[in-house]
């Protein structure tokens, strides 16, 4: 397996229900995982690892990890694990239908009709659907601040469809414009773990 673009992955415990989040670099087919701590993964075969590539999607994986301390002055974590796949799971490819629905409000920021409340109800790698009382026209801009694994990311998204409901709110499907950095694999994993109900 050889990974197009990934840098974090996800190392479950040996009861398979912990995990830790880790960076990741891969040269070729050498993967090696950055440490904070000697023990933080489990070493030996069968670790089970899911890596998160911006372009293959989500990879379940089974893995012999090695772990060895650090010598690179350029590497700031003191520990790294060499690590060899054994076993490919399952992949699970990115789509723009592959969407985590959840019911959360926030402050979104139109071009035109300037601030308002809204409920997001879906969210993808390629963009949200909220609900509304504000009309907005095609082609709006929308921004809005949204939280994926931990991090805060600010982001903007473009008017593509409107649904007129009959109790006065109004649904807007909207395309994100170009993610800031590290957004795009943390909305994949993000959605990837609410589609699998590890987070809610």
């Not at 840098?7 to 087919?29: H, I, L, Q, W």
């Not at 893995?63 to 076993?87: G, H």
């Not at 035109?112 to 026209?137: C, D, M, P, W």
């Not at 939280?147 to 469809?161: D, G, I, N, S």
Request: hydrophobic content about 30%.
């Amino acid at each position: 397996m050889v990974f197009t673009n990934c840098t974090v992955c996800s190392v479950y415990g040996t009861d398979n229900s912990s995990r830790t989040r880790v960076r990741v670099k891969c040269s070729g087919e050498q993967i090696t995982l950055h440490l904070m701590r000697q023990k933080e993964v489990p070493e030996g075969e069968k670790v089970r690892i899911d890596f998160f590539d911006e372009r293959i999607g989500c990879v379940k994986t089974y893995c012999e990890l090695r772990v060895r301390q650090n010598y690179d002055p350029s590497v700031p974590e003191p520990w790294i694990a060499d690590c060899d796949i054994l076993e490919v799971a399952e992949i699970i490819q990115e789509r723009q239908g592959f969407r985590a629905k959840t019911e959360k409000e926030t402050i979104i920021t139109s071009s035109e009709q300037g601030e308002f409340k809204a409920v997001i109800h879906n969210i993808s790698v390629g963009g949200i659907y909220f609900v509304t009382t504000t009309r907005l026209s095609y082609a709006d801009t929308v921004e809005f601040s949204y939280c994926f694994m931990e991090k805060e990311y600010r982001l903007q998204a473009t008017v593509l469809r409107e649904e007129d409901f009959q109790d006065g709110n109004l649904g807007y499907g909207c395309q994100f414009a170009e993610l800031p950095k590290g957004a795009r694999r943390d909305i994949q994993q993000y959605v990837f773990q609410r589609q699998n109900g590890r987070i809610w």
